[in-house]
């Protein structure tokens, strides 16, 4: 029972990394299936809905990203790997914003982008304006990643 | 229904953009000639690719295959779309029913995007095997034939048969769950309760005999329709004004294609908005009733060509087009 921090710890890691990639998963594979729709019947909008496809990856990659940062912090990369409990929770709680947004805005990211990539195969002329409306969702998982990393680099300074 | 279409939908929105506008309307409409008009259309990929055949009736029977090809690539599961079918069951049913109590050669006059082929309903009214018809077929199989044979008389048939189509049409759409096919099969009960109520009127029939051709559904109060058909015209149109087709009086008050044409009007008008629905069932009911009704139209120009009516004529019927 030493050891808690570093579990909590890695546990705030590994949901940054599994939440997030999760809501990327589903995105780009709601995304992809309408590619697919799309390309069956004309292949020559292919790097149109490919970028549409790849815009819900991005969750994925900020968790990724998170997630490393709270690695080399509690030592799992290197270093020393003995932190407290108290500072163990603390990188869960950071971990939090980018994983629970990364899920639900790449989701929705997802859905946006199958409408944008309808709105494409139709009118391929309004790529400028149908790519905006997904990207929009970015935002949000943009703001989480921020807090995530906020929190990550501080928490070491904290004297608790 | 939560099947995801999300693939299916990405598919008709490629396909949507060879649908005919109003501007191929047009052209069509302004086309010199019959054979302008069927060039123009076989430059659009109507026809069958590799047909040599390209007369009307063989081109637009092409076309509404082509509906059904598309669909059953789109989904393993075309059930839900056999609301759009079930006409074609009927038709069939129909014509093997009176073929085999007249006994005719019912070759060449089966539908042939129905849910069952036609021949294979003949072969069980011919075999009295309703059993082995599907369910939708049986009773309205049994009751027709039941009724032709004792009474010899073919409307009784027919009023056997429609009714019960309409019925499947309704009960196969509420299983859907999808608001487009729910709209489509209450339209189409409607609209044909309407239709048979002004036709009953016209011609005498008894309030026993509307009552018993008219299909329930939702928008129209059959009973009422029916003792208001048994009186005079002026009492449907009474009655319709308290209703969702009050719109439509005046349209049937100046002719039954007037009327077809405003039921038409609505439906497409009605279905426009599946077409920002990515993930539903939605537009691919929005795309069947498009193409059927893009069918309708280019039937109506082309036997207009072919017998050199008048262009304000055909411009009268035309219906709106979904792009």
């Keep these: 029972m030493d050891n808690l921090g570093i579990v909590f710890g890695l546990l705030g890691a590994a949901l940054a990394t599994f939440l997030a990639g999760t809501g990327s998963a589903i995105g780009v594979g709601k995304a992809g299936v309408a590619a697919s729709g799309v390309l069956a019947e004309d292949p020559s909008k292919f790097g149109k809905v490919l970028i549409f496809q790849l815009l819900p990856a991005t969750q994925g990659i900020y968790g990724l990203l998170v997630a490393f940062l709270i690695l080399s912090k509690i030592g799992v990369l290197g270093g020393d790997p003995n932190i407290s409990v108290v500072k163990g929770l603390l990188y869960l709680a950071a971990s939090l914003p980018i994983a629970f947004a990364g899920l639900f805005s790449a989701i929705h990211q997802g859905n946006c982008s199958v409408a944008g990539i309808g709105t494409i195969s139709k009118k391929p002329d309004q790529f400028g304006k149908a790519i905006l409306l997904p990207a929009m969702v970015e935002t949000y998982a943009i703001l989480a990643l921020l807090i995530s990393m906020l929190a990550v680099f501080n928490i070491p300074g904290l004297n608790l | 229904m939560n099947k995801d279409y999300t693939y299916a939908v990405a598919r008709i929105r490629s396909r949507e953009l060879a649908l005919l506008n109003n501007k191929d309307i047009d052209n069509l409409l302004n086309a010199r000639g019959y054979d302008e008009c069927i060039q123009y259309l076989l430059d659009k990929g109507f026809g069958d690719d590799g047909s040599a055949k390209t007369d009307a009736s063989s081109m637009l029977s092409a076309e509404r295959k082509k509906i059904w090809s598309l669909m059953s690539e789109l989904t393993d599961d075309l059930s839900p779309f056999d609301v759009f079918r079930y006409n074609d069951d009927f038709h069939n049913l129909k014509v093997s029913v009176k073929a085999v109590t007249r006994d005719v050669d019912p070759q060449n006059m089966f539908m042939e995007n129905g849910t069952t082929d036609g021949e294979k309903i003949y072969d069980c009214i011919k075999a009295h095997a309703y059993n082995l018809l599907p369910e939708h077929l049986q009773n309205a199989a049994q009751e027709a034939m039941t009724a032709l044979l004792q009474t010899g008389d073919g409307q009784i048939c027919d009023i056997i048969i429609d009714r019960a189509c309409l019925e499947a049409i309704m009960s196969k759409a509420q299983q859907t769950n999808s608001e487009v096919i729910e709209l489509y099969a209450e339209l189409t009960t409607a609209v044909a309760d309407i239709k048979t109520a002004i036709r009953c009127e016209k011609t005498g029939k008894s309030l026993d005999f509307i009552q018993r051709a008219l299909a329930p559904c939702k928008t129209v109060n059959t009973d009422m329709l029916a003792k208001a058909a048994a009186k ?26 007037e009327f077809e044409k405003w039921c038409d009007n609505k439906l497409i008008d009605s279905i426009k908005p599946q077409k920002s629905e990515p993930f539903k069932i939605g537009p691919l009911a929005a795309y069947i009733i498009a193409r059927e009704n893009e069918i309708k139209a280019v039937r109506l120009i082309l036997s207009a060509k072919l017998n050199d009516l008048d262009l304000s004529a055909i411009n009268e019927r035309l219906r709106d087009m979904y792009v």
């Design chain 2, 232 to 257: 005079s015209l002026d009492d449907i149109y009474s009655y319709l004004s308290g209703t969702a087709y009050s719109l439509a009086v005046d349209a049937l008050k100046k002719s039954p294609s």
